[in-house]
């Protein structure tokens, strides 16, 4: 039997997602037309199951042509579907591809294939879970209503007039806390671009030392269990950095991938201070307001349903800024230097329109978990102490699962425009095919974030407490502007330092996609992720 008798489209076995064995690569494909191509469908293109004997019948593989182009409206890399004309002319779309293949320069063109076609491709996407966005809104309108309505019965709240200060100093204080955050995270985005396998090994060690500076702390100070407990800590730390040393190298070349293009891309950093830190800040002077406005109402509902309404909006903000990034750092990967004009107000406009309800889906799940959380920590007058701090802990657990789930599921739906169901779904897939041991390098990065975003805010409170304790003539208030400015400060480092975050995220997510891509994008990179994980393209 000939080559070409034993590489026919007819003869590609089926995927099967629930296959161990199944090949991530179809080796007759790669013979066929020495590209490297995934055995399910277009490398961008999530598998969709359904009635179908083999993706391939409904279009050629890997053809350049079915990348988006800057000058469409597409709003997502939408997911194939099935068309009976395809079926029915498969042969012909394989001999077309493979005469195609002859001429690269068409390819490069999106004239040369027709815009039409790409157009009918790469549709504006439905709105997803709509009922989730309307449950969100009508929740705040519901709080808005019952404050209104119990405002007449609560009490005023009259602040302590004993001490006043300056509102002009407070506004100084203020304004240091936003520069030091903003300033100083640029320094760190311009260190993780330059030095970034040195800044990952220091704070692998220096989290190392500290531990071990605790446990013989513990030792003088005569708490011998104590002591005990962080030696075993300190000894389980020195095996995971020995155990994590071979992908630091990996890591920094990741690192400094994702902070080159942050810094192509600024408009990410803005749209985060924008709304992750004023829009966040309104809400919570509009929320202690209501919390005040309703203290003496003696409502345990009622202060419960405020605390839910804190968390899910507190949340459905930060994962809105999540998925706007991870959209930004998806379209570089795919269309590289054909970007589109303004990429990040595009992807922000998919994620608080089209994807809205996605977003409030899942906040709503971590919101629940997080009220949850402070009415076993509110319970501090139950007797059973045990039981309470057990489930405190297991709620912890949860909260941190869930919600780094979800980190990669919004990465799913800024991509793609699936609804939350079918991102965490993909979702469970790429955990499952990619092994948690690729997946959770972001943590490595995610030390070096926190290193940061911590460093920043304890600059910030030394300045502030100089010039406080300066204006006071020694008062004690300095402690608490210096927390103030602490706390600040840390907080709207975090948020522009996320987006950091979303870029490693969203980088596991298109490489599983499309994995060849990125020897393209960044050869280097490319490699290192070979030599380290040992994924074959």
């Not at 064995?21 to 590209?35: E, K, Y």
């Not at 520069?179 to 030095?195: N, T």
């Amino acid at each position: 039997m000939s080559k070409e008798e034993t590489t026919s489209p007819e003869e590609y076995e089926p995927y099967d997602p629930e296959s161990q064995n199944q090949p991530l690569i179809d080796p007759t494909m790669r013979q066929q037309t020495g590209m490297y191509q995934p055995a399910y469908g277009p490398v961008y293109q999530p598998y969709q199951q359904g009635n179908m004997n083999n993706p391939y019948h409904q279009q050629p593989p890997l053809n350049p042509q079915f990348y988006p182009h800057p000058e469409m409206n597409q709003e997502y890399y939408q997911e194939p579907q099935m068309n009976q004309q395809h079926e029915m002319n498969q042969t012909n779309q394989m001999n077309q591809y493979h005469k195609d293949l002859e001429n690269p320069s068409k390819f490069n063109s999106s004239q040369s294939h027709g815009d039409q076609d790409l157009g009918e491709k790469f549709k504006t996407h439905k709105f997803n879970d709509v009922w989730a966005s309307v449950l969100f809104i009508a929740h705040l309108v519901v709080l808005f209503v019952l404050t209104l309505k119990f405002k007449s019965n609560s009490s005023d709240y009259h602040p302590d007039d004993n001490k006043t200060y300056s509102a002009k100093f407070i506004w100084i204080t203020f304004s240091i806390s936003i520069l030091s955050a903003v300033i100083g995270s640029w320094i760190w985005i311009q260190l993780m671009k330059k030095y970034a396998k040195g800044l990952l090994k220091f704070t692998l060690l220096s989290g190392i030392l500290f531990i071990g500076i605790l446990a013989i702390a513990m030792f003088v100070l005569g708490s011998i269990v104590g002591g005990i407990i962080f030696l075993v800590f300190f000894v389980i730390s020195i095996l995971v950095y020995r155990a994590w040393a071979r992908r630091i190298p990996f890591s920094a070349l990741l690192l400094t991938f994702v902070t080159r293009t942050l810094q192509k891309y600024p408009a990410m950093i803005t749209i985060a201070f924008l709304f992750g830190v004023i829009l966040q800040i309104l809400w919570t002077i509009a929320w202690f307001y209501v919390a005040i406005l309703t203290y003496n109402l003696n409502n345990g509902y009622w202060a419960i349903y405020v605390v839910f309404s804190y968390f899910w909006t507190s949340t459905v903000i930060k994962n809105g800024i999540h998925t706007t990034s991870s959209g930004t750092y998806a379209s570089y990967y795919f269309l590289k230097g054909d970007m589109p004009k303004d990429p990040t107000l595009k992807s922000l406009k998919r994620a608080f329109t089209f994807s809205f309800g996605s977003i409030c889906l899942g906040s709503l799940i971590v919101a629940v978990i997080k009220t949850l959380r402070w009415i076993a920590r509110s319970g501090h007058k139950n007797r059973n102490d045990c039981v309470r701090c057990l489930c405190i802990y297991c709620l912890n657990f949860l909260d941190w699962l869930v919600q780094f789930f979800n980190q990669f599921a919004y990465g799913y739906i800024s991509i793609y425009g699936m609804n939350f169901f079918q991102a965490s779904k993909k979702t469970f897939h790429l955990f499952k095919e990619r092994g948690l041991t690729a997946l959770i390098n972001d943590d490595l990065i995610g030390g070096v974030v926190n290193l940061a975003a911590i460093s920043t805010g304890i600059i910030a409170a030394i300045i502030t407490g100089i010039l406080t304790f300066i204006h006071y003539n020694h008062d004690k208030i300095w402690i608490g502007f210096s927390l103030v400015s602490l706390l600040i400060a840390v907080f709207i480092s975090f948020i522009i330092l996320e987006t950091i975050i979303s870029g490693v995220t969203t980088f596991f997510i298109c490489f599983a996609e499309a994995p060849e891509v990125i020897q393209e994008l960044d050869p280097e990179l490319s490699q290192k992720l070979h030599s380290t994980y040992n994924f074959n393209f």
